[in-house]
């Protein structure tokens, strides 16, 4: 019932940006605190940015101040916009609840930071 799916990653050289989408079907997502996530090769699976239904946000240090989130409850999907992305952004991302659900994981979309 529920779909989470993730688009709008690619190969970008550093300093570059790209805006992830996530759009959802058997959620609304006005209603839903949402996340980004990303699991880069090694690590685990970290939190990268929240939105709360309310429109509190919360950012993983390491992104502060060139990630944005936001939703768009028409199209009920929320979006990642990522400026001067380094290697280390290198990761699948994932969009879920907040906290994440395990059965709400979708495929991801992999975003690679190189020169």
């Known amino acids: 019932q529920v779909r989470l799916v993730e688009s709008g990653g690619g190969l970008v050289q550093p300093g570059g940006s790209l805006r992830l989408s996530c759009t959802a079907s058997?959620?609304?997502?006005?209603?839903?605190?949402m996340g980004w996530y990303r699991r880069a090769p090694g690590n685990e699976r970290e939190m990268v940015a929240q939105?709360?239904?309310?429109?509190?946000?919360n950012y993983v240090d390491s992104v502060k101040g060139r990630f944005t989130i936001s939703r768009d409850n028409v199209r009920n999907t929320v979006y990642l916009q990522m400026n001067s992305l380094k290697p280390e952004d290198t990761a699948v991302y994932y969009c879920?609840?907040?906290?994440?659900?395990?059965?709400?994981w979708g495929q991801g979309t992999q975003v690679t930071v190189s020169s």
């Open positions: 058997g959620i609304t997502l006005r209603i839903s605190a």
């Open positions: 879920n609840k907040s906290p994440p659900r395990r059965d709400y």
């Open positions: 939105i709360s239904s309310g429109g509190n946000i």
